[in-house]
């Protein structure tokens, strides 16, 4: 913890990637950031694994890049695999390398992410993370937000002129702001485990959809060793205490060599689709999974959630520092519900489908089309990739700034900023 006794010009509720990733973002442009974290530390969950190009990119600007890429591993390519045909369409992932960006996506564990970005966090002397502070409530008036929380058992308040809530979805902030948070949970429960075995010996690629309706799955490389995530569904009226047997007898069914597997983690977890109705409440705002969530096919829930945090962290700032009005604000609350709402979630939707529920073999055959146009054509790829940059910025502020706007702000020197990488 970083020492800094006055109050905060913005709290982050929740210490995980969403809240550390904004929270960075208000650091680096020299505003004072106060983040509360119910947990002790960082847990230990390997849950987001995959990052893209586009929110390398996001990192770059905040100076971690380099750290994440000696952590992590580059993952450069992903298979559909039909499991009762035995076709396999690859997609190598189209080199998307700008000045900051690297040419391939990064397989890094969220835990590891986290850490890295806490590291730097702390940094920053008006940046401070207090863990074991759970946030009770959150009140405003037009000035200040001020926050209730319980830290061993005692109550403490923390008053900011800015409040951000990426506490999850369960999101204590979302609700106390009363904002609904509308969509559906799916019938089925996921099962996320992580087992060492040589899939790779088999032919699987670092990213594999298994596309099936009894058995789809995903497999995803989490080391460079021989650990791998396998996700899978089953039906969510199944009791979770015969869990480990079904998990023995799906590897069983589906390992593609010898049934050698070493179980190293298991977890159950129900999946939805929902967007909360408002992403800004006067003065809080939502980011990550207490904006939004989705099934986790196709790694959109946290790529969704830093596109929130990348412009949301550089806009709160630039209102502090007198650089442009609230507006911005509105603005982020618009584009990222919009990109969630067009195309994070229906992707990840329509590869759900695809992968686990693709049960009519005309409906299966009409969607696989277009995979295998993209297997062969590099310049559809890339153009996919583009168009996918353009929905999930990482600055709302650059159209402004090579547009010279100035604003008036919250009232600190403008010359005080530090222009992002
Ligand atoms: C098994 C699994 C696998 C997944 N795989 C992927 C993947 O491959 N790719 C992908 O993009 N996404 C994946 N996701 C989704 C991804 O993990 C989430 O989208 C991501 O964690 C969202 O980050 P966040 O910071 O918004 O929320 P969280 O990571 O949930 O962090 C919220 C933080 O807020 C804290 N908090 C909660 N309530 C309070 C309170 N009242 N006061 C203070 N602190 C509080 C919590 O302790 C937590 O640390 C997966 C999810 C699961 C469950």
């Known amino acids: 913890m970083s020492s800094g006794s006055r109050s905060p010009d913005v709290c982050v509720v929740g210490a995980g990637p969403v809240g550390l990733t904004t929270a960075l973002g208000l650091a680096m442009a020299g505003v004072g950031v106060t983040v509360l974290e119910s947990a002790p530390d960082i847990a230990p969950s390997a849950r987001a694994l995959v990052h893209q190009g586009h929110t390398l990119e996001g990192f770059a600007r905040l100076k971690v890049l380099d750290a994440m890429v000696r952590a992590g591993i580059p993952l450069r390519g992903r298979d559909f695999a039909v499991r009762r045909t035995g076709e396999r369409i690859h997609h190598p992932l189209p080199d998307s390398r700008t000045d900051t960006a690297p040419a391939h996506n990064l397989i890094l564990r969220q835990d590891v992410l986290s ?32 926050i209730d929380y319980t830290h061993e058992g005692t109550h403490g308040r923390l008053e900011a002129r800015w409040a951000v809530g990426a506490d999850g979805a369960r999101s204590t902030v979302r609700n106390a702001l009363g904002v609904d948070f509308e969509g559906f949970t799916w019938p089925e429960r996921f099962v996320a485990t992580d087992i060492r075995y040589d899939f790779a010996a088999h032919g699987y690629a670092d990213a594999n959809f298994l596309i099936d309706p009894d058995d789809g799955a995903i497999v995803v490389r989490i080391d460079s060793g021989n650990l791998w995530r396998v996700a899978w569904t089953e039906d969510a009226s199944l009791p979770e205490e015969t869990l480990p047997q079904r998990l023995e007898a799906f590897f069983a069914r589906t390992l593609p060599g010898p049934r050698n597997a070493a179980l190293v983690a298991y977890a159950p977890y129900r999946a939805h689709q929902r967007t909360a109705e408002r992403f800004r409440v006067g003065r809080v705002l939502l980011a990550g999974d207490a904006a939004h969530v989705t099934n986790p096919t196709g790694g959109m829930g946290l790529t969704a959630g830093l596109h929130d945090a990348f412009p949301l962290g550089e806009a709160l700032a630039a209102v502090l520092l007198g650089r442009c009005d609230e507006d911005v604000l509105d603005r982020y609350a618009h584009v990222s519900r919009t990109a969630f709402r067009t195309c994070f979630s229906p992707i990840a939707t329509d590869l759900k489908r695809l992968v686990f529920d693709a049960r009519d073999p005309a409906r299966l055959a009409e969607a696989l089309v277009p995979l295998r146009r993209l297997a062969s054509d590099e310049e559809l790829r890339r153009s996919r990739a583009t168009a996918l940059r353009s929905v999930m910025p990482v600055s709302l502020l650059d159209d402004d700034r090579s547009a010279g706007r100035r604003h008036g702000g919250e009232g600190r020197a403008p010359g005080t900023v530090r222009a992002p990488a």
Do not use: S, Y
């Open 115 to 146: 850490g890295i970005l806490l590291e730097e966090l702390l940094r920053f002397p008006d940046a401070r993370v207090r863990f074991g502070c759970a946030v009770d409530a959150v009140r405003q008036n037009g000035a200040t937000v001020r």
